[in-house]
């Protein structure tokens, strides 16, 4: 299973980008998927995910800002983020948890997209 991101860039403060996460392989079921974020010198966090059966949660600090979407027909997802701050800068991974018939390895990441946020 491999997942690859794209859409990450440099954008001005309050400014939008969309991120894209494909997943490909040998995928029996998606439990969900979902964004983590890791600004330098800090640690990964959870931005936001997207489960097949239940809620979706977003961490505080993006709440009305950020959006996350699943096309399940084509295994992405996706995160909108609008009205970006400065302190949104960081590299985005995409999260999975997948069952691919792998015993004992259901998580998944992609390689991550730099997301900066500056004037």
């Known amino acids: 299973v491999q997942l690859v991101e794209s859409g990450g860039g440099l954008v001005q403060p309050g400014g939008s980008l969309r991120l894209s996460c494909a997943a490909s392989?040998?995928?029996?079921?998606?439990?969900?998927m979902g964004w983590y974020r890791q600004a330098p010198g800090k640690q990964r966090e959870l931005v936001a995910i997207?489960?097949?059966?239940?809620?979706?949660n977003y961490a505080d600090s993006v709440k009305g800002r950020f959006t996350i979407s699943r096309d399940n027909t084509k295994n992405m997802v996706y995160l909108q983020m609008n009205s970006l701050k400065p302190e949104d800068t960081a590299v985005y991974y995409c999260?999975?948890?997948?069952?691919?018939?792998?015993?004992?390895?259901?998580?998944?990441w992609g390689q991550g997209t730099q997301v900066t946020v500056s004037s």
């Open positions: 392989g040998f995928i029996f079921s998606i439990y969900s």
């Open positions: 997207m489960p097949s059966i239940g809620t979706t």
């Open positions: 999260n999975a948890n997948i069952y691919s018939g792998i015993p004992g390895k259901n998580d998944y």
